[in-house]
């Protein structure tokens, strides 16, 4: 085991981390390797074919598209942070990240979380006008209003990882190295520093109720909403379809802020790390891969639209 250091002031200062990943099991490891490979696979294709459907059929330039597109591409970049580390990590010995390798991933882990669940509430509030309020649905929901939220979303994204990193840069690393995660987490990383991280976790503990429980009350009030005018619908067949239009996206947030909010407001312990990478791997990667496969399997436009990019693509392949 290889540790980079140097001597500050008589202790020693961690310039980087070993990863322990999920198991030290060879055989394990290479079918861990197979699997999450596959999944990275499934999760870049499933969301650029949602992308590629989007873009492509003009009945689908829509507000509720415009914003399912471009949670595709974030799910592609919240991916990207977090399993190439993992999958490289599984075939290499040295299962090592420097420790600005390891800041800049919990930057972009950050960013693209936050930048997701306001994604995620921006198609809350497109669900609100559309079923609550569906004569003011193009100037409540106009093409600069829909570029402004997502724009919005990633600025927010962008703030909530920068409050959270800076003091993260002035923390010590002076005797543990050892993060029990696949990943580099703020809640794993932590714990190791030999400086006070009370600032680091009251900073964190903010960002999330801030950024975290806004979006979700977003997402709430609009559902209350929409639940409330769905009930006053007096035919089944109106409030089953009124309901599968917000089925897919219940389903999809249900599954990104339970893991996500278990995972960074529990209390941090040792004991408890086996359980932070079960649940990381439910938001961080399963999500991911989720969210196209949801989308496309309970809405009728995206299937038709996949299968029309098919068609193209067959004759393709065969000539």
């Not at 995660?181 to 903010?206: F, G, K, M, Q, W």
């Not at 009124?242 to 339970?258: E, K, M, P, Q, R």
Request: glycine residues 4%.
């Amino acid at each position: 085991m290889v540790l980079k250091s140097s001597e500050v002031e008589n202790q020693t200062v961690i310039t980087e981390f070993i990863l322990l990943g999920l198991s030290n099991d060879p055989h394990i490891e290479d079918f861990l390797l197979f699997f999450f490979m596959i999944i990275f696979l499934v999760t870049i294709l499933g969301n650029v074919i949602v992308i590629l459907v989007i873009k492509s059929e003009l009945h689908l330039q829509t507000p509720m598209f415009f914003f399912l597109s471009h949670l595709a591409f974030v799910d592609i970049c919240y991916s990207s942070v977090t399993v190439p580390r993992m999958l490289a990590n599984f075939v290499t010995k040295h299962k090592t990240i420097s420790r600005e390798g390891c800041i800049a991933q919990i930057f972009f882990i950050l960013q693209t979380a936050c930048t997701e669940v306001f994604i995620l509430s921006a198609m809350g509030y497109d669900r609100y006008v559309a079923i609550c309020a569906p004569l003011h649905y193009s100037r409540y929901l106009s093409k600069e209003i829909c570029n402004k939220m997502v724009g919005g979303a990633w600025l927010l994204g962008f703030f909530h990882a920068i409050v959270n990193v800076l003091p993260l840069l002035n923390l010590h690393f002076c005797s543990k190295n050892i993060i029990r995660h696949y990943v580099c987490e703020l809640p794993s990383l932590l714990p190791l520093s030999c400086a006070d991280t009370l600032t680091n976790y009251i900073v964190l503990l903010l960002s999330v109720l801030a950024f975290g429980f806004s979006s979700f009350l977003i997402t709430l009030v609009s559902y209350i909403h929409i639940i409330s005018t769905i009930l006053k619908i007096h035919s089944a067949e109106g409030r089953q379809k009124a309901f599968s239009t917000c089925s897919s996206h219940l389903i999809v947030v249900g599954l990104f802020y339970i893991t996500a909010f278990v995972c960074y407001m529990k209390p941090s312990s040792e004991s408890l790390m086996d359980l932070d990478k079960v649940i990381s791997i439910q938001y961080s990667i399963l999500t991911p891969m989720l969210n196209p496969i949801i989308y496309s399997l309970r809405n009728k436009e995206i299937r038709s639209g996949v299968e029309k990019l098919f068609g193209k693509c067959r004759p393709i392949l065969y000539s």
